[in-house]
């Protein structure tokens, strides 16, 4: 399994896979995604993180998050769920400025409004 990597500012906070794989999306996909710039988004991870922040901008092979948080759920007893429900009841809390993820990363993406808080 590769490590996450995301870029804070520019700086790696993990290490880069040697050979890693690069994922496209496609066009209408991309142009689908760009429509949500200025909103905020959840990133699921295939790795244990989600990430919360206002999305600046889409390629083919990334996505870029400022005012995130990013939330590594190892640290945490709280499932992924109920971290959405927090967010969504108390606020986005940021502990990073920026966050660029590679798409071979990303699980899925969707507006914080899209998120069901029973």
């Known amino acids: 399994m590769t490590p996450l990597v995301c870029y804070n500012k520019g700086m ?7 050979s890693p794989t690069t994922v496209h999306l496609p066009p209408r996909v991309v142009q689908r995604l760009a429509g949500w710039i200025g909103e905020i988004v959840v ?11 206002t999305l600046r ?14 939330h590594d759920l190892r640290d945490s007893t709280t ?8 967010v969504v009841r108390h606020g986005l809390f940021p502990n990073r400025q920026m966050l660029v993820f590679r798409m071979e990363h990303v699980v899925g993406i969707s507006p914080l409004a899209e998120v069901i808080a029973q």
């Open 57 to 70: 901008q889409v390629g083919e092979d990334f996505l870029e998050l400022v005012d995130a948080d990013m």
């Open 12 to 18: 790696q906070s993990e290490e880069t896979p040697s």
């Open 79 to 86: 499932s992924r769920e109920n971290y959405l429900v927090k």
């Open 43 to 53: 990133i699921d991870c295939s790795h244990p993180y989600v990430a919360i922040g």
